[in-house]
């Protein structure tokens, strides 16, 4: 078993590639393994550049090779090149898409980009193929994620209240305008230090799902209709009387101006208040699946308000994001009755009526707060996706250098040679 990098996430060791005896190998085979055991040498004392080139010079010879990439994105990681260290993991999968190995190192590389929700999918691929007992590589990667994860949970939640507590030095109207909530945004992205990048978008609150959900999704169709228990039925039915046809809440979810930022709180999306059990939204997303499922449906559009009231079920099926939510609606609601008796004080100290009541005040202050999340979450990642633009620049532009260099050096070798067989 040939020694190969070890990143203290991914294992110390890889298959040995089935090389025949060298009497038999082809010139190309030979080459390959000396630049494969110089790099492996080179990884062993800790010189992860001298790996890298090796590596890339036995990639060079053969590259159709999953071991070396897989290898070559041990050593960038080690490196600290994180996103050279996922192309090269995502090549590796490519090539053999069955190894369990592979699926190790893409977990390794996007936990180290923070990219949670990936890690773990690769990781329970690599568990997948490789059971638990004889994998503790992935077992160790997910219990990592599964920790990380839960730190990010607490500090993030803690990051919202002061979002919400703070308020915003502008009004953004019942509109809601994209050009409003950039004046508005939270916090300047752009100046955050390089350790808010695992943050990871805060994108986990509205999309992560725990390991036995997706296992669960697996097994089942994702736009399955729900089965309705017989007691529910008549409790079903009139609240799809209550909720209007198919076309209304086709124009509520999708048709409405600004619908995508209102649909950002599920409970909306459900039409259906916060306070609402457990019991109560798995009604309603029956009653509106009923209406709105695609095989039941043929009204135009129906497809895309269906998924809307999916997702926004399955952000309420899970108890931690379900209390997220609730938090984040009740601690808005609190801001607009402040805000509310406020003006409302103002107004009457100077003769003035209200325009707009406390409802309206609230509602506005609970959109805000969802919109002012998704925003965030964007520009996070359109800063990361500069951030890992650059580093494929410096990767391409790395690779072409050491091109240029091992040409220089081949053809040297070989002008050499002519001079000392002229010679």
Partial sequence: MTSTPNDNVTST???QQNEPTDDTR???????????SKADAH???KNFREA???????ISVDDQSHILYSNRSAAYLSNNEKSKALRDAQKCVELKVDWHKGHNRLGSALFSLGRCNEARKAYLESLRLQPEGSNPVASKGLADVRAFEQRRVDRERRQREAVVMEGSACDDGDGVSVKEKKECAPMNVSSASPKDEEDDLLGDFFTSVDDNKLKEEKLKRVEEIPDVVEGDSSKIKKENADLGTAKDQINRLILTSNHQWKNLNPFYVLDISHTASEDEVARRYKALSLLLHPDKCKEERARDAFEEVRKANSQLSDESKRKHVCD????????????????RKRKNGIGLKMEENLESFQRKKVMKVFADIELKRREIEQRKRKHEQREREQEDAEAEKLKKEHEFEMNWKSGNRLSNRMG
């Fill in 13 to 15: 060791t890889t298959e």
């Fill in 26 to 36: 082809e010139e190309w085979d030979i080459q390959r393994d000396t630049f494969k």
């Fill in 43 to 45: 990884y062993k004392t």
């Fill in 52 to 58: 890298i080139a090796a590596y890339t010079d036995a």
């Fill in 328 to 343: 984040l609606i009740k601690t808005a609601m609190k801001k607009g009755q402040k805000e509310f008796d406020q003006e």
